[in-house]
């Protein structure tokens, strides 16, 4: 093992967490404890936990953590004086769970306050079916909450839980609701924006419909939210910085896919060459081995960032990364140049192994710098 460069390796995102990378790396005494195994499950369960949409996505991810460390403890336990290497490694994985762990936790804080939000609204819900309840709806696009009391919720406040479940610069509706003819019915003064989209949305888990009153008359609005009139598209509010993140999102995902489709034909072209057993094809294989194990990453995961800022409606950081993304790109095609010949002997092997690189990953850049621009 190449203990400077290998460790570096070591980190979230990072090469090293894929069984094969350990297997070639680790000593011999340490192959039998199932890290390459761990390491394979890490690679399926252990995401960006900010994507997970339920408990169970994080479940998976702490067994996955468990599994992992427990496998390199038992490596550990059989490196001695000559797996120096070995074991510093060992110790910058643990380091590595250590903190993804931590931010498991606090993923797991954040749905244990859903649940028990979702479980007082539902409690509070079932009390509409026998007295008037306050309503509080905080709603930005299609993204919204909803709380239901005995008491009225002053605006600020609601303001206050808005901001803490990142729904900033949201529209903050309040009113009295009550239960009637099979509808929960929320009362207004004035014609509201067409909020029945979110709200069916949100009282989707209590089994209940929601209905829209102006001054005791229910008021019905078109199923399709893209015929909303326009004081409605104005009150959605981040509607459109919502396909914006999609399309940071788009690139970021489409350049990872196109890395780890041409790493995928690397491995097989080394495969291929390796096979002939000549002495100049394994050298060529080791070359192109290492061009797939130092394809940049940088880039991806500045557009994570940029897609995270435009959520958070952070305007400074965004422009901050917008800088950081067109220089990234540029090293990218830098490193395309660098390594041309090696590439193209890659995509024109004799051997017909399917390698695509300069095509894909140009494109990539291209709408990366597009959004950066």
Request: hydrophobic share 35%; charged share 35%.
């Amino acid at each position: 093992m190449d203990k400077k460069k290998d460790l570096k390796d070591i980190k979230l995102g990072g090469p090293a967490f894929k069984g094969d990378w350990w297997n070639k790396r680790c000593s011999s005494r340490c192959k039998k404890e199932g890290v390459d195994k761990a390491l394979d499950a890490w690679s399926s369960y252990c995401t960006d936990p900010d994507r997970f949409e339920d408990s169970d996505q994080l479940g998976a991810a702490k067994m996955a953590c468990n599994g992992l460390r427990t496998a390199l403890g038992k490596a550990r336990s059989k490196c001695g004086k000559l797996q120096g290497d070995t074991k510093a490694a060992i110790d910058k994985y643990l380091d590595v769970i250590s903190g993804y762990e931590k931010t498991l936790s606090e993923k797991e804080k954040e749905f244990e306050a859903d649940e028990a939000e979702a479980r007082n609204l539902n409690k509070a819900l079932k009390q509409t079916r026998q007295r008037e309840m306050y309503y509080g709806l905080v709603r930005k696009g299609k993204e919204g909450r909803l709380f239901v009391s005995k008491k009225q919720q002053p605006i600020k406040r609601l303001t206050r839980k808005a901001k803490a479940t990142e729904i900033k610069g949201a529209m903050v509706f309040i009113g009295i609701c009550d239960f009637a003819e099979g509808k929960l019915r929320f009362h207004f003064e004035e014609k509201p924006p067409n909020l029945r989209p979110i709200l069916r949305k949100l009282l989707a888990d209590a089994g209940m419909k929601p209905a829209i009153f102006v001054n005791g008359e229910e008021i019905d609005y078109p199923e399709d939210e893209s015929n909303l009139p326009d004081e409605a598209l104005e009150a959605a509010g981040d509607f459109f910085a919502g396909v914006e993140r999609e399309q940071v999102e788009k690139v970021r995902s489409d350049l990872e896919a196109r890395r780890l489709a041409a790493i995928r034909g690397v491995a097989q072209l080394q495969k291929e060459l390796t096979a002939t057993g000549n002495h100049r094809a394994t050298q060529i294989a080791d070359i192109i081995k290492q061009l797939a194990i130092n394809f940049p990453t940088t880039l991806e995961t500045l557009l994570a960032e940029l897609r995270q800022a435009i959520e958070d409606e952070d305007e400074e950081r965004a422009e901050m990364l917008k800088g950081g993304i067109q220089t990234a790109a540029a090293q990218w095609a830098s490193f395309l140049s660098a390594n041309a010949d090696s590439v193209a002997g890659c995509e024109n092997n004799p051997w017909g192994v399917k390698v695509e690189i300069v095509g894909p990953v140009r494109s990539s850049l291209q709408e990366a710098i597009g959004l950066a621009s």
